[in-house]
Nanobody, 123 residues
Framework: QVQLVESGGGLVQAGGSLRVSCAAS????????MGWFRQAPGKEREFVAG????????YYADSVKGRFTISRDNAKNTVYLQMNSLKPEDTVVYYC????????????????WGQGTQVTVSS
């Protein structure tokens, strides 16, 4: 059983940057591709970014491409999401997730989820 704990959310002004982290425990971290999703109240969970098991491949939603960067440190069992040029519409709860598949864009491909961290971007 893999446990995921996000941290680093908070309040930032539009145009600013924030890095959220997700620490994993309970399983071989490098056995899982990792992803970040986000969800606004009343809306479906949206894929943001994913990284392969080795960290060699990354992929992004069009809405964040060029602004967000996902990375992982397998030695620290941690995945990161660096968010730059933040916009008010990026204000949502961000979730990290772990998948046994090497490439996963859909929430149903993910096996474990964190509790989420709130990111608020003020205009």
């Amino acid at each position: 059983q893999v446990q995921l704990v996000e941290s680093g959310g908070g309040l930032v002004q539009a145009g600013g940057s924030l890095r959220v982290s997700c620490a994993a425990s309970g399983g071989p971290f490098s056995n899982y591709a990792m992803g970040w999703f986000r969800q606004a109240p009343g809306k479906e969970r949206e894929f943001v970014a994913g990284v392969s098991k080795s960290g060699g491949s990354t992929y992004y939603a069009d809405s964040v491409k060029g602004r967000f960067t996902i990375s992982r440190d397998n030695a620290k069992n941690t995945v990161y999401l660096q968010m730059n040029s933040l916009k008010p519409e990026d204000t949502v709860v961000y979730y990290c997730a772990a998948s046994r598949k090497n490439f996963a864009r859909f929430s149903f491909d993910y096996d474990y989820w964190g509790q989420g961290t709130q990111v608020t971007v003020s205009s």
